[in-house]
């Protein structure tokens, strides 16, 4: 399978944990992002990476979220201190090269906090 | 709030029959992408097409774009059971590539 690979596809959390999700991209692509889906929506971008440089993190929810992409390659989402709010699918998603490229998705990890 | 919005939310028609979905987006933009979500599932990349292009076709579907409006639309024709699914348009309108969504429009076809 040469996809976006997500892990894990399901965690379920107690309030105040924190969480890690892994994403690989699909191979040589240097653009991977993130998004956030709740139910009934669509996906809200979160950050993106160029290779190992985060280029906007602004739209990270809070200052609990943060990303690393550290060798260019695989990258984490960690939540801190989880919050009921935080419950929804994460998904990653990775393109070649720049604007104008189609964006592949991974199947996403949903996260229930409880 | 959100770049793009689908209409109608919601679609239900029988296996056989043309479904239409709309899509109004508020900047211009590069390019404008359409997703198909299964219940629970990661999204789909269906049609690509760009700001300089007008209509585009792959298998059953085939994707319209007016800049002057706006406005988008994903046809998917002779339908069947397994088009049931969320379908989403995303618009690309800066140069990071980060897809704005639409709320999506829920179509279920019926057999």
């Known amino acids: 399978d040469t996809g976006v690979s997500q892990d894990p596809r399901h965690k379920i959390t107690k309030r105040g944990q924190n969480v890690t999700f892994r994403c690989d991209p699909i191979s040589e692509h240097n653009r991977l992002y993130w998004y956030r889906q709740t139910l009934g929506q669509g996906p809200e971008f979160l950050t993106y990476f160029q290779n190992e440089a985060q280029l906007e993190k602004s739209r990270l929810l809070s200052d609990r979220f943060s990303a690393e992409r550290p060798k260019g390659s695989f990258s984490t989402l960690e939540i801190q201190r989880t919050e009921q709010g935080d419950s929804a699918m994460y998904l990653c998603?990775?393109?070649?090269?720049?604007?104008?490229?189609?964006?592949?998705f991974g199947e996403g990890s949903w996260l229930t906090v409880v | 709030s959100q770049q793009g919005e689908e209409d109608p939310q919601a679609l239900s028609i029988q296996e056989g029959e043309n479904a239409t979905m709309n899509c109004s987006y508020k900047?211009?933009?590069?390019?404008l992408q359409w997703y198909r979500q299964n219940s629970g599932r990661g999204l789909v990349h269906l049609i690509l097409?760009?700001?300089?292009?007008r209509e585009k076709h792959s298998g059953r579907l085939r994707v319209t774009l007016d800049t002057s409006k706006k406005s988008s639309s994903l046809l998917i024709t002779a339908s069947r059971a397994a088009d049931t699914a969320s379908y989403f348009c995303a618009t690309d309108y800066n140069a990071g590539n980060m897809l704005t969504f639409g709320g999506g429009t829920r179509l279920m076809v019926k057999p």
């Open positions: 998603a990775s393109s070649l090269g720049s604007s104008g490229n189609t964006i592949y």
């Open positions: 900047t211009s933009i590069n390019n």
């Open positions: 097409i760009r700001s300089n292009e």
